[in-house]
């Protein structure tokens, strides 16, 4: 019976994290978590004779947020040209879980036309010795570079 070796798990740490805006490609280290979903859009139909709906599924939608240490200003300076000049940019993010104690390889997964919904612009806080912001953002297509050999 085949089953998971502990050793095999991916730490949460081990990876690394890219964003290509204007065709300039930033390693963005400051970054503490990325986590990005997809989900279905799906229509109830009534069925005669049952007495359960089901669902149909017709699209789906796909955001995501980070978390990062507020040490760069890249993010601020694309929310700031769109609030000054109308320029919404679409940028790549491609994330790669990579841990060298596992036996499973690695996992690149790039999200594509991604878009920033909401981000902090400024931030004080006396009481932290670390300041962190978090961004939300929406994408509309993804791909799967590098799979986990598990």
């Not at 798990?9 to 997809?38: P, S, W, Y």
């Not at 995501?64 to 040209?81: D, H, N, T």
């Not at 596992?102 to 300041?131: C, F, H, P, Y």
Request: glycine letters at 8%; charged letters at 25%; hydrophobic letters at 40%.
């Amino acid at each position: 019976m085949a089953y998971l070796k502990a050793k095999d798990t991916i730490g949460g740490a081990m990876g690394t994290c890219f964003a290509v805006v204007d065709g300039q490609r930033h390693e963005l280290m400051q970054v503490k978590n990325v986590e990005a979903t997809v989900s279905k859009t799906k229509t109830e139909l009534p069925i005669l004779g049952l007495t359960a709906k089901q669902y149909k599924s017709g699209g789906w939608k796909g955001k995501g947020s980070m978390q990062a240490y507020y040490v760069s200003s890249l993010f601020r300076e694309i929310m700031l040209e769109y609030m000054k000049d109308g320029k919404d940019t679409y940028f790549e993010l491609m994330v790669t879980n990579e841990d060298p104690a596992s036996g499973v390889g690695r996992q690149t997964v790039l999200l594509k036309d991604v878009n920033i919904d909401e981000m902090t612009l400024t931030k004080l806080d006396v009481e932290s010795s670390a300041l962190e912001e978090t961004l939300a953002f929406t994408f509309s297509d993804a791909e799967l570079l590098e799979s986990f050999s598990f």
